[in-house]
């Protein structure tokens, strides 16, 4: 059984702070350790997508859930795991001791799932010495990231904690990276809990978790999907997103998904189920047929291919995006650069009302905000934003800049309290992005992050923009074409194959995704195409839009109507 922080702070004195930072995890709030709780039809549902049914020796085989919780996925497992004990022709119980594995790191809620757990079983008719000694054997109460396992499991299920880094102890996030390889940029703590579950996969075994679906697409994702692409195979995925899955709200998309320590050459879909136990049984007989006949279910090739993201939905657009991306260069290799605005880490200190910023001329640049962008046009709402930064790079000094200096210090316990301020304390009032003011005089296309429809904005050269808008320039594009090709649903087209959605349909219009766009080089149009787009852009009329861009596209009409269907 694994090492109880408690007695690694006793043995291994070196060890306090890593003990220190798992007892707080032990004792944190729901927030801090991510504790979200699914609901009973689902929990049946992914038992029967691996397979952990009664009528099946489960007794002579292993099950591990990772985080407990509040026991919804232990309870229905226990239940059949004795349904299929009761049934053996020769029941062990030894045997049943190795059977099941349950970690939680809670202590409350470790306790209160014992008590639960406990009734559970002397309702089965086990006798409370026996009931004891199962629940002393299969729950284990640990990180499941730092603890030792006893082996390998042939099945394991859950929703493993949804945890931002930034509410973990630094002492356990430096654990973790030197322990996970699939730790890569801001990647959640549900990533290295899929990571480890699957190294503790035996051969054969199925995996199957609810949990957030954006690692299946976006940048922290990738050394995970590259791991399961090159060592597992993606079984099974279901996209439940707008379904009540849990028994609490939830902003990230969920879905579950299916992987088994085998080899495999397709994948099985099914989108947003409805969610009675009737339905669930049946999708899941279909999911793992040998052949499925139903119509919710759909087969692809398989979807893990390297670190790229995941393409599990609008297959039908599938094509025209591999077409699009095969014949032409990517939207910057075509000579147009993709960035981000300033993002300040303190706002009201360092954005104002620009004729009130009392700081030297050349100290403020006006800024676009995303509610400036509202109508489809600029429409700038007279705010600016502080430039701490030299021409030539590096902080201005405040000595050279009286005004600058009087304005930072008096709002310096605001800006002094952010992190990119408390690691460089000498560098204490720089924002986190450098400004370039150059920016500003650029012509650009202005795209908020989160929308529904691409807003392609067209700034002749006015404004810096805000942390939530993202810019396209270009010197060889011209950018009123370019806004016609992104406003006719080529934007949506390959944004909507690569990024994760938010609630209600949005999508996130940010820079990894955008990048991704394809467009055709600017030399390769003809002056008529070249002037057809220009208007078309200039016009902002959708149908413009689409014809010229179906043009220089080279679309057929059934291309035609997949695009426009997808972008207007």
Request: glycine content about 6%.
């Amino acid at each position: 059984m694994a090492q109880s922080p408690a007695l690694a702070q006793q043995f291994f004195p070196s060890l306090c702070p890593l003990a220190e930072a798992v007892e707080v995890l032990a004792s944190s709030g729901i927030e801090e350790r991510g504790a979200i709780y699914t609901r009973a039809e689902v929990v049946e549902f992914i038992l029967d997508l691996v397979g952990y049914t009664p009528d099946k020796p489960i007794g002579q085989q292993r099950l591990l859930e990772p985080s407990f919780g509040g026991g919804e996925f232990l309870y229905a497992a226990v239940s059949r795991l004795i349904a299929a004990y009761r049934a053996s022709k020769a029941p062990n119980f030894d045997q049943l001791l190795n059977a099941l594995r349950a970690v939680e790191v809670h202590r409350e809620t470790y306790n209160q799932t014992y008590a639960k757990l406990l009734a559970q079983l002397e309702g089965l008719k086990f006798s409370l010495r026996e009931a004891r000694a199962l629940a002393d054997t299969w729950l284990v109460r640990n990180d499941f990231l730092l603890a030792e396992h006893d082996g390998e499991f042939d099945y394991i299920v859950g929703n493993p904690p949804y945890v931002r880094q930034e509410l973990i102890p630094q002492v356990l996030i430096d654990e973790y990276r030197r322990r996970f390889s699939t730790i890569y940029d801001r990647a959640d703590i549900y990533v290295p809990f899929i990571e480890q579950s699957l190294a503790m996969l035996a051969r054969g075994g199925v995996l199957s978790f609810i949990c957030a679906d954006r690692w299946m697409k976006n940048r922290y994702g990738g050394p995970l999907r590259k791991l399961v692409s090159e060592r597992y195979h993606l079984r099974a995925y279901v996209d439940m997103v707008d379904t009540p899955a849990f028994l609490s709200e939830v902003v990230a998309y969920p879905a579950i998904f299916v992987i088994a320590n085998e080899p495999g050459n397709t994948t099985r879909l099914a989108h947003r189920p409805k969610l009675d136990a009737s339905t669930l049984k049946a999708l899941a007989t279909d999911i793992n047929a040998t052949v499925s006949q139903s119509a919710a279910v759909k087969e692809i090739p398989v979807a893990a291919r390297g670190s790229e993201p995941w393409i599990l939905e609008a297959l039908d657009t599938l094509g025209l995006v591999r077409r699009l991306e095969a014949q032409y260069p990517t939207i910057e290799e075509a000579g147009c650069r993709v960035g981000i605005g300033v993002a300040t880490g303190a706002d009201k200190a360092f954005i104002g009302k620009f004729d009130e910023l009392d700081v030297e001329p050349d100290r403020k640049v006006p800024i676009a905000m995303s509610k400036d962008l509202a109508t489809g046009t600029l429409r700038w709402g007279g705010l600016g934003v502080i430039n701490p930064f030299a021409p030539e790079g590096g902080l201005v000094r405040l000595e050279q800049y009286p005004k600058l200096k009087l304005y930072l210090e008096a709002r310096k316990e605001q800006i002094a309290r952010r992190h990119v301020a408390q690691k460089t304390p000498a560098n204490w009032y720089r924002t986190i992005d450098r400004i370039y003011p150059e920016l500003v005089g650029q012509p650009k296309l202005l795209i908020p992050d989160i929308r529904g429809e691409a807003s392609i904005v067209y700034d002749e050269g006015a404004c810096y923009p805000h942390h939530n808008l993202y810019f396209v320039t270009s010197a060889n594009w011209d950018l009123r074409a370019l806004q016609a090709v992104l406003l006719s649903g080529i934007a949506r087209l390959f944004i909507s194959t690569y990024s994760t959605k938010m609630r209600g349909g949005y999508l996130r219009f940010q820079a990894q995704y955008l990048r991704r766009i394809r467009i055709p080089n600017w030399s390769d149009l003809s002056m008529e195409q070249r002037a057809a787009v220009i208007a078309a852009g200039a016009s902002k009329d959708p149908k413009l839009c689409n014809k010229a861009v179906a043009d220089i596209y080279n679309l057929s009409e059934a291309e035609s109507a997949l695009l426009f269907d997808v972008g207007v």
